[in-house]
């Protein structure tokens, strides 16, 4: 067990400003400030998570950005998702992506007529489309950029009966 983390002794402007963050509508606020208090107060990382209800490493990076960052980053919420982002799909890629929807998942070996994103990524990458398997939001993305929306496919009900486009649209009036 390693030794307990607390934050340094804060200055009566820090404890005036986290005694208002526990009062705070935003939760993250709230939460990073009863952490910041409790440690302050001496309490150790498992009983001020156990009081919260949030995991001990959840303490120690609120204690641990407190230190490193300072009060306002650490009462600010960071951005949620990768800190990087960068297309996975190049200008050729998106050529490529966009006649590979043209073409029947047939083609590929698939057993299925129609693309769903899942198949769309995972036939862009056997294909030599893309170097890396890719989420489905990723081909998303990659479809918003060429200016495709994406829904579900509509199956069309028909019927060998000679009589049915005849009772469909008696039934649809």
């Known amino acids: 067990m390693g030794k307990p983390i607390f934050v340094r002794e804060l200055t009566e402007e820090e404890r005036v400003r986290l005694e208002a963050g526990v009062r705070s509508k935003d939760g993250f606020v709230r939460r ?3 952490i910041l208090l409790g440690s302050a107060r001496g309490e150790r990382v498992p009983r001020i998570a156990e009081m919260l209800g949030c995991d001990d490493q959840t ?3 609120a204690i641990r950005e407190f230190e490193s960052e300072g009060l306002e980053a650490c ?3 960071g951005k949620c998702g990768p ?3 960068r297309a996975r799909f190049d200008a050729a890629a998106l050529e490529r992506l966009q006649a590979l929807l043209h073409r029947s998942p047939r083609e590929f070996g698939k057993s299925g007529g129609i693309w769903t994103l899942e ?3 995972e036939v ?3 294909s030599g489309i893309i170097a890396e398997r890719v989420s489905d939001e990723t ?3 990659a479809l918003k950029r060429l200016g495709v929306r994406w829904k579900r496919a509509k199956h069309w009900i028909t019927s060998p009966d000679p009589e049915y486009a ?3 649209d008696v039934a649809t009036v």
């Open 124 to 126: 862009s990458w056997s």
């Open 59 to 61: 303490v120690r990076n």
């Open 32 to 34: 990073r400030s009863q």
């Open 166 to 168: 005849r009772k469909k």
């Open 75 to 77: 009462l600010t919420p």
């Open 119 to 121: 198949l769309v990524a």
């Open 83 to 85: 800190k990087t982002s």
């Open 139 to 141: 081909i998303r993305n």
